[in-house]
């Protein structure tokens, strides 16, 4: 399959060579002796042409979204246009630093305080932080100034009501924040079930955190009244906004009576994601929690920008610096890109794509949650067991038709899921393309359910342990 670059290694071989420091610049630099390498650093020795050939190489084993189609539900491995990593480029973003005087980095100030706005505006919400660095991250940010907010009224409560259909990340998020998670059981329809929901609020309720759309890719249609229910006993409504792109541009969360949120950059604004790269989870308030949001706040006196600490609420710092600011370039391009007047053409492509492919497909797998969705929907394919098929094989076999699995297994609530998120940036082409595949794979499961027993037959690897790798940590390849 390959070998390490330290492995291609051969002593001399040269890729690029540095001038040797002028005695200027020694003096300039001034770096002490003991701060000095001793000895060489021991790198690998290769040329510019196996670094190349090594990383090209790499990058067609792997699956990304530059090379097909990545329906993997509620995480939006949407297509990023490059515009926004020719923006995150430039040197005047990438050759700054966060210890720099605030007058001489103005611009990205400027570029961060923007951001937030549009993200206010996008949301309906009053004030935005950008510090927290992932989906989770903002959750968790959400919750400890919720928990703030509390606590300032006299007591931080218990509890944080969870519906079923509940990304992971949510209950996670509310017990590291030191409240308890409960959930909340869904009706028929796949959404929330009021009776429930009444039955569990009471004083010692801090939050009703959901998911909008939730993750069966349901809009709560019920969301204003749900609202109302959980400030009646002076609850507060959280909403993971990672399904953004749902709706960006349709209705603001604002204005369906939620306080806080968080945005996923990452996803719903276009940053390549899924490989452990950088992310953003900017969260955003309510006035009334503005004073709760991390610090350093961007604040503007006199037409300069500068960033302050003095908020003396806030809940703290939860990030170094200022959080992922190459990320935010990416968002803050993205948006300017698509400006006002045709953000809102997200949401509908998103909707539509995904709806044409559960029509389509809901003639071949089951669709427990048979109503119009929004972004994404969820397939059963439980109907398989009597072949002996199991969703896993499903999902492995579309590999081999150089397809990526959707999200299985998830949400909890369907068994055998399939939780497949088209995501706006294809064509009709692909979608088709994938719903010939997905019947191919049907009849392949009632007619050789080996095949998939045995798939991927194609793939640079075969089918994998899953829990080996986390199990049996191992960073070096051998054959
Ligand atoms: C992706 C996602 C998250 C978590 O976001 P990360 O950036 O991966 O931490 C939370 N909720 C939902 C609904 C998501 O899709």
């Not at 400030?231 to 960006?248: E, K, Q, R, T």
């Not at 990452?266 to 950088?278: I, L, V």
């Not at 399939?418 to 010939?436: G, Q, R, Y």
């Amino acid at each position: 399959m390959g070998k390490l670059i330290f492995e291609k290694s051969k002593s001399g071989r040269i890729g690029y060579t540095l001038p040797a420091l002028s005695q200027r610049e020694k003096v300039t630099l001034n770096i002490p002796e003991k701060l000095l390498r001793s000895k060489e650093p021991e790198l690998p020795e290769v040329s510019e042409v196996d670094v190349i050939r090594h990383f090209i190489h790499l990058s067609t084993l792997n699956y990304h979204i530059d090379k097909g189609f990545y329906p993997l539900g509620s995480c939006t491995m949407k297509y990023n246009p490059k515009v926004n990593d020719y923006a995150a480029s430039l040197p005047g973003f990438t050759d700054i630093h966060p210890l720099q005087p605030e007058k001489t980095v103005q611009g990205a100030l400027r570029l961060m305080k923007e951001l937030e706005e549009y993200l206010a505006e996008i949301s309906g919400m009053d004030a935005v932080s950008l510090q927290p660095a992932a989906g989770a991250h903002g959750e968790f940010t959400g919750i400890k100034i919720i928990r703030k907010y509390h606590e300032t009224q006299g007591n931080p409560r218990k509890y944080v009501l969870i519906p079923d259909s509940a990304h992971g990340t949510n209950p996670a998020s509310v017990t590291l924040s030191g409240y308890i998670a409960k959930t909340i059981k869904s009706n028929e329809k796949g959404l929330i079930n009021l009776e429930e929901l009444e039955a569990n609020l009471n004083e010692e309720v801090a939050a009703f955190m959901i998911t909008n759309p939730n993750t069966l890719g349901l809009f709560e249609v019920e969301i204003m009244k749900i609202a109302d229910m959980v400030h009646s006993v002076g609850a507060l409504m959280y909403l993971d906004g990672a399904n953004m792109n749902a709706f960006i541009g349709q209705i603001r969360p604002g204005d369906t009576g939620f306080d806080v949120m968080h945005f996923n950059l990452h996803k719903t604004f276009s940053t390549p994601h899924g490989g452990g790269g950088p992310g953003s989870g900017p969260v955003g308030v309510k006035k009334f929690l503005e004073p709760y949001l991390p610090i350093p706040r961007i604040i503007e006196k006199n037409g300069k920008l500068a960033l302050s600490y003095d908020f003396p609420h806030s809940i703290g710092k939860i990030h170094s610096f200022y959080g992922n600011f190459l990320v935010m370039i990416k968002a803050y391009t993205y948006i300017r890109m698509l400006g006002k007047e045709h953000i809102r053409r997200v949401s509908e492509d998103a909707v539509i794509n995904a709806n044409y492919l559960r029509v389509k497909l809901q003639e071949h797998y089951d669709l427990p949650y048979k109503s119009i969705c929004m972004h994404e929907f969820v397939l059963s394919g439980k109907f398989l067991k009597k072949y002996g098929v199991r969703t896993l094989d499903v999902a492995k076999r579309l590999l081999d038709y150089g397809f990526h699995a959707p999200t299985i297994y998830f949400p909890l609530i369907v068994p055998e899921a399939l939780m497949i998120e088209p995501t706006e940036t294809e064509s009709k082409e692909t979608l088709d393309a994938f719903v010939e595949a997905m019947t191919k794979i049907k009849e392949e499961a009632i007619n050789n359910p080996d095949i998939l027993h045995g798939a991927p037959h194609n793939t640079p690897v075969r089918r994998l342990n899953e829990a080996l790798a986390a199990k049996q940590l191992k960073v070096k390849w051998s054959k």
